[in-house]
């Protein structure tokens, strides 16, 4: 019987399964897609996640991201990361090269789904097949995490992404956040020819250029650059009702996800991935909902504050003007978020 089956081989998914093989367990990944996998996503890793996979021995591209800069049409205010510095990677790449640690790492990566998941009280049958643990790492909208009843409901605000390249040399190592009334565009440099446009908001089924043009001062900065395939991604709010059921444990945003809004996401997936495979070395699964509480309580009380105050068109108007008129408390508010969780 296998240790572990890591269901989903996406970042999180696949630096579950790193813990898993340092931790001497016999795991392995299960995901359909052939990789690497795309998908819509603002691409900064935050310093806590560059140290944190580079601990874990993947070799990172990209470039090199030194703070937080928001802007409005007028106004710009930017705060240093304090420990450390970023780095802008495409999701391609990162995601080529945690499949490259995995396999140095000798851990199998089974080409299909997991489709359906059993708890036989000391063991799991994923599929018919057993393992004493199954850890789903499956995305926004886990079908594990579905399939074992531990789908929540959410009552904030839907909002979507979008998220394209624009072929363009990078002309800051800032991520810019750009306001607008209808969304936010984030832009990160991720190679010396290339930065990201991911723009979020709550106006489902717009287009991702007429959302641009709700800032003025990026398409501007673009100057007409050529802009490549355009994906999306939502509704972003998911909640699960735990964390643990059985031998089963749910990772990353297969966890619950509150918002891309402070870019903390892979950050909070791989110090939850660490914690999940400290929980099923103890074998004590339960330890990990503690865990999991712990480590997210920060990131998710900034994160649904922001989004939820941020509703009000008026309150969105002034975030900027605020950040100017307090830099040491909105370099604070970075700092926090650019920390390990």
């Known amino acids: ?31 359909p897609r052939r990789g690497p996998v795309d998908k819509a996503c603002g691409e900064g890793l935050m310093p ?138 984030y832009v990160t440099p991720t190679a010396d020819g290339q930065v990201g446009v991911a723009i979020l908001t709550r106006q489902r089924g717009r287009a991702f250029h007429d959302l641009l043009a709700d800032h003025p001062r990026l398409l501007e900065r673009l100057d007409g650059a050529a802009t490549g395939h355009v994906r999306g991604a939502g509704p972003l709010r998911q909640t699960s009702t735990r964390r643990v059921r059985g031998h089963v444990l749910l990772v990353g945003d297969a966890a619950g996800y509150v918002d891309a809004l402070t870019g903390e996401g892979i950050a909070l997936g791989l110090a939850q991935a660490r914690a999940a495979i400290a929980a099923v070395v103890d074998g004590r699964p339960q330890q990990y909902e503690r865990d999991w509480r712990r480590l997210t309580r920060r990131h998710d009380l900034m994160t649904t504050g922001l989004v939820t105050a941020t509703r009000a068109s008026l309150v969105r108007t002034s975030i900027v003007p605020a950040a100017e008129r307090l830099p040491a408390v909105f370099g604070w508010a970075v700092n926090q978020l650019a920390r390990p969780a």
């Open 48 to 185: 806590g996640a560059v140290t944190g996979l580079q601990e874990l021995g993947v070799e990172l591209q990209g470039r090199p991201l030194v703070g937080i800069r928001y802007m409005d049409a007028t106004r710009a205010v930017e705060a240093p990361f304090r420990g450390g510095t970023g780095r802008g990677v495409r999701r391609t790449t990162l995601h080529r090269a945690l499949a490259e640690a995995v396999s140095a790492a000798g851990v199998e990566v089974d080409e299909a789904a997991v489709k359906d998941v059993r708890d036989r009280g000391d063991h799991v049958l994923a599929d018919g097949t057993p393992a004493r643990f199954l850890v789903a790492a499956d995305g926004l909208h886990s079908p594990t995490r579905r399939a074992v009843g531990l789908d929540g409901v959410s009552r904030m605000p839907r909002r979507y992404a979008q998220r394209a390249h624009a072929a363009i040399a990078p002309w800051t190592d800032f991520v810019e956040v750009h306001w607008a009334p209808s969304s936010e565009a």
């Open 1 to 31: 019987m296998r240790d572990l089956v890591v269901a989903g081989g996406g970042p999180v998914g696949l630096v579950t399964a790193l813990f898993a093989a340092r931790a001497g367990l016999d795991v392995v990944v299960r995901e």
